[in-house]
């Protein structure tokens, strides 16, 4: 696996993880207190409520929270491989990859104004992770971006 295949599954399992949660919070506001008595079906102005099938609705509800609990699970195993992955890019000469990868393909999540936003790294945080000076990242970048030209 590398490093952009690990972005792509973290991508994915964020969306997946939006989507659960998102079916989540849909049964639980369909689910109240009351609804799981089904010792008798409700006939309520001609609107017909099965109490059974909010029953189920609520199997369902425990069932979406331990596949949400999975998906987290899996981000964070995810992300701290790449953690890892990029630490050994780094130990064994191969930063200058690292350092391309980190400003091109990895991103921050920033709230801003009660909006979830996507960000690039900073110098300081790519050099921070790959455990250099800012000049030298930028200038690993700049190789690493030169050799990519030439070999095109």
Known sequence: MTLEDASR???????DLLYYEGRLAELKSLVTPQATKYDKILVDGGKHIDSILKYVEVENQQQLEVTILYIKSKIK???NWKEREIERLAKYGDTVKAVVYLREKEFVVVWKNGKKIKRHLTWQEIAEKV???EKSA???YKLGTEQRKKSV
Do not use: A
């Open 138 to 140: 930028r200038t690993w």
């Open 9 to 15: 599954e973290l991508e994915k399992l964020e969306n």
């Open 131 to 133: 455990y250099c000076s």
């Open 77 to 79: 195993d995810l992300e």
